[in-house]
């Protein structure tokens, strides 16, 4: 990457200003229209939304990668590497994911789908959400994800490990939302020291 180039993958917002993440109204939203999409569309929709998994990565997932409560990942961009990253999830969506896949082989694609079929499933969803934009996509809901963790107290080893990035200055971006996700991260922080203040008195 030259010097003082920035990826799609490094930011938050595009050069012009535009958010590239879905926010927590369009995170519900999201999950609303994936409720009463197909199985296989609702679950890949799930998948991605609560692993923040890389569209591809959630493609090459078997039914040996899904556990009670966890979803085993291998990280695509760890270019020559067979490297796994465990990620918690609900257990109602392992349980439904194993209900999906029982009649497949367990080494064989829970989703036989390319990349653009698949991209094109989870771009309708969003169009039924009601969610426009550069932030309408499969990485938008990555970067969703990061910002909902951030959101909900989770640490940035935690957070890093979980989305596969190398460096921790890639996983940091996420703590740089700015607007309404800025103002509860903040919120939560008063919050806790109006509680240690009125626990002392």
């Known amino acids: 990457m030259q010097s003082g180039v920035q990826s799609s993958e490094m930011r938050l917002y595009a050069p012009t200003g535009e958010r590239l993440y879905i926010n927590a109204d369009e995170r519900a939203r999201f999950f609303a229209a994936a409720s009463v999409a197909p199985a296989a569309v609702r679950l890949l929709c799930l998948t991605l ?54 009649a497949l082989p367990e080494r064989e694609r829970i989703w036989p789908w390319c990349r653009s079929t698949a991209w094109r499933h989870v771009k309708a969803v969003m169009t039924a959400a009601g969610i426009s934009g550069r932030h309408a996509t499969p990485k938008g809901l990555r970067h969703g994800y990061g910002v909902h963790a951030i959101r909900s107290g989770v640490q940035l080893n935690m957070l890093q490990k979980w989305l596969g990035h190398a460096d921790m200055a890639t996983t940091a971006i996420y703590a740089n939302v700015t607007g309404c996700e800025e103002l509860e991260i903040a919120k939560r922080m008063w919050g806790q020291l109006l509680v240690n203040k009125s626990s002392s008195t």
């Open 49 to 102: 939304a609560l692993t923040g998994c890389r569209l591809s990565e959630a493609l090459a997932l078997t039914r040996a990668g899904v556990q009670s409560g966890i979803i085993t990942v291998r990280s695509l961009k760890k270019r020559g590497r067979n490297i796994m990253r465990e990620i918690p999830v609900p257990e109602e969506l392992t349980a439904e994911l194993i209900h999906f896949a029982a």
